[in-house]
């Protein structure tokens, strides 16, 4: 903590910060992945909703996020919530190690 923001932290909240940090770490490093791999012309096949759509009219970058239509962005956040409540946590409380989800 070089800025000294939990000088007056106790240990359960350092741990809990650390956690959350690598798990945001780890979707960023998913996020990254997503966006090189289509800027370099790699899309699903077929279409992203029933009006024909294609994945590969998607814009990249912000750009897409207007281009979604509105019941895709909301399957988004629902599945992200999804993973955030139920799947990105220790499960078993055996973790070897911070970051260790012990879910796959």
Known sequence: DPLGLLDDADQ???????YVEIKHGRISQLAFLGQITTRAGVYLPGDIDTAGTSFDSIPNGWAAVSAIPQAGLLQIIAFVGALELAVMKDVTGEGEFVGDFRNG
């Open 12 to 18: 359960e909240r350092f741990d809990r910060l650390r």
